[in-house]
């Protein structure tokens, strides 16, 4: 109570906090991309180790360059060369490839054509260090020139372009969006701004943080901000509700009164948010874990500041009563309220046999973003796609004729599956035999053959990009490994995608299922009504399953970012039955509970929901995913709770039922 009457201490000690916090912002760092899709042992990460040590190569850069005279490709390639990281560049105007005016082995190569009525070339840059950030040279180079680059490490630098322009813009977006659901639900400025604050302060606090140890924020972390604003911002609107529809004179006495009846709901929703990402630790995947622990610390910082802060500085506010009409319509057709509880469950339910598992690295990006644009251009002149990289390991010399065989075999074993593929045999195939010596000799040693170790690289480019496609070529080479063939090692970008969506999906239902149990069993221990919790918990229960349909629905693919989701809008959602069965034992009346807890109830679900969504402005399709699954989640999970709880609770307690539950849970 003490702490309640210093609301201009509190005030300050937020700003000052949220002061130093800010000053610690510039030395925030931005990581690009993931990565740690998966952990260091995969034999993804072991092969990817073994040809950037063999080969000099960390990645393959496709930059196409439109052009009228060949000297204009030329300067290009001698500027590409001058870069620091990159190795080597294949330019289709130098000879061999072109002999005098003759381009016939370029094009066959595929590495000229043409693009919207453009010419193009197409300059194949090995790049051998600092992937992204070369890539990123590689882009500013070509970019004025009307080129686009297409390539993994490109992808991961623009992710970071991409992160920045969410955390610049998109942020106070969505700022502006929950604070005018604040306001229109509670009616009054000041009270919510001072119910947004908390959350606001929370996210300034844990970037600050983040800042002064070096944590960077990257693409495994990228929705903490969001999570911190918005779902940390659930408990402040109900208590500021509570503060705001009390009678009692004194604002202090209100404030305390408020915190005494709302604590233990409050308490609950945000230790059981924190339970839902928390169960994204019980994955193999390095990068579900650290969502699952950012979110968690985010909802935890948003939670403290909020029990810390918001009791004494709402007193800042004064009183006005806010208006307790209820819409007794909804609470007299239970029955109705039921069927609609059930048919939009078999609705959604419909559509869970369409769910389709897939990740790979160009489902993260719009139609109409650069790094989509420069795959367009790239798959158009030289039909290709995400590249794969084989290090196909042998017993004789790679050059002689039993080594060229067997790398031949090894293409072949691909043809179902590849486009095409890209080695030293295929190079040595386009020009007659006499000249293959004198061509070996222009090769540069170790970038694509290792005569010492009798290594080749092999680059393949997959006719789909999906995870289907890649383990058939992994189960093709796989069967390779006899006679003069000691091993083949796949990596790329898109084989660790594919093991994380393996492992991720494999520990959903158990994350999930233990998530839900443990809930559960917090609901019925703490309420102390193993009934109430167990018909509390069905309304998100019911929502999972209805969200998995909707991505059926929706066409959304099953992987390792769309099923976070469904611990972040288990850990959310459950927050209404929460609310509504507090409210329910407190007053021992379904239309007491209905009334207090419907508007900040629906107010919270679409203010996260419409919070969410400003992330279908970002250039990464893979946010639009989550935008509108947790739209879909939140919006169902209050539905189905307010209509399953109206329609299945009893009208009334009895008295002695209620004093005996709201005296074991402390409600009054």
């Known amino acids: 109570m003490a702490w309640i009457r210093k609301p201009w201490l509190a005030l300050s000690l937020m700003l000052i906090l949220g002061i130093l916090s800010t000053f610690q912002l510039p030395r925030l760092q931005l990581r690009a991309y993931f990565k740690a899709q998966v952990c260091g042992e995969s034999h993804y990460v072991v092969a990817e180790r073994e040809i950037s040590r063999t080969f000099h190569l960390r990645d393959v850069a496709i930059v196409a360059v439109p052009y009228t005279t060949q000297e204009q490709i030329h300067v290009v390639a001698r500027e590409l060369r001058s870069l620091d ?114 959350s606001i302060l929370a996210t300034i606090y844990l970037l600050g943080l983040y800042a002064a140890i070096g944590k960077p924020i990257s693409m495994e972390n990228v929705l903490m901000p969001f999570i911190t604003l918005i779902m940390g911002s659930s408990a402040a609107l109900h208590y500021v509700n509570r503060y705001l529809s009390l009678k009692d004179p004194s604002r202090y006495e209100r404030s305390h009164k408020a915190f005494k009846e709302t604590f233990f709901a409050l308490f609950m929703t945000i230790l059981t948010t924190v339970v839902g990402f928390l169960s994204l630790g019980l994955t193999s995947s390095p990068v579900m ?118 790398l031949r075999k090894v293409r072949d074993s691909l043809k179902d599956h590849c486009e095409r593929t890209f080695s030293i045999l295929d190079l040595l195939e386009l020009f007659p035999q006499p000249l293959r010596n004198f061509v070996s000799i222009l090769l540069p040693e170790g970038i694509l053959f290792d005569r010492e170790n009798n290594s080749a690289l092999m680059l393949a480019f997959p006719k789909r990009v999906d995870s289907k496609s890649y383990e058939q070529i992994e189960k093709a080479v796989s069967s390779l490994v006899s006679g003069p063939i000691k091993s083949v090692k796949l990596s790329g970008e898109d084989f660790k ?122 250039p990464m399709k893979v946010h639009a995913h989550i935008a509108a699954l947790i739209f879909i989640g939140m919006v169902l999970a209050s539905t189905y709770t307010l209509l399953w709880l109206t329609a299945i609770l009893p009208k009334t307690q009895s008295a002695r039922e209620a004093r005996r539950l709201s005296s074991s849970t402390n409600l009054k």
């Open 289 to 406: 874990r650290e969502l699952g622990f950012s979110g968690a610390t985010g909802m935890t910082a948003a939670g403290v500041a909020t029990f810390v802060f918001l009791p004494p500085t709402v007193t800042l506010i004064e009183h006005r009563r806010m208006s307790e009409i209820v819409e007794k319509r909804t609470l007299k057709k239970r029955k109705t309220n039921l069927i609609i509880f059930l048919a939009l469950l078999t609705f959604f339910c419909f559509f869970i046999g369409r769910v389709q598992a897939d990740f790979h690295s160009l489902l993260f990006f719009r139609s109409n973003s650069k790094v989509m644009k420069g795959a367009r251009v790239v798959e158009a002149i030289a039909g290709i796609k995400v590249p794969i990289f084989l290090k196909v390991d042998l017993d004789v010399d790679v050059q002689s004729q039993e080594g060229l065989a067997t």
């Open 85 to 198: 990281g990159v190795a080597m560049v294949i330019d289709p105007f130098e000879f061999p490839l072109t002999m005098g005016n003759n381009t016939s082995i370029a094009q066959r190569l595929r590495l000229v054509g043409q693009y919207e009525g453009r010419d193009y070339a197409l300059l194949v840059t090995f790049i051998s260090k600092s992937a992204e950030s070369t890539s990123r040279s590689i882009h500013r180079l070509v970019e004025p020139k009307g080129g686009v680059v297409f390539g993994i490490s490109y992808i991961g630098a623009m992710a970071m372009d991409y992160v920045r322009i969410i955390l610049t813009y998109l942020t106070p977006v969505a700022i502006a969006i929950m604070f005018s659901i604040f306001y229109l639900t509670l009616k009054n400025f000041w009270a919510a701004l001072l119910a947004f604050l908390p």
């Open 497 to 618: 995608y594919m093991e994380m969506n393996r492992f991720v999906i494999q520990n959903l239902r158990t994350s999930l299922m233990l998530a839900l149990l443990a809930i559960a069993f917090m609901m019925c221990l703490t309420l102390k009504n193993f009934k109430l919790g167990l018909v509390s918990c069905l309304p998100i229960a019911a929502t999972l399953l209805s969200l998995y349909g909707a991505m059926g629905l929706l066409k959304v693919p099953l992987n390792a970012i769309s099923a976070c989701i469904m611990n972040i809008v288990l850990g959310a959602g459950i927050d209404y039955a929460i609310h509504f069965s507090c409210a329910y034992l407190r007053h021992g009346s379904l239309e007491e509970a209905y009334r207090f807890t419907r508007r900040p109830i629906v107010a919270n679900a679409f203010g996260v929901a419409l919070g969410f969504s400003v992330l279908f402005f970002s």
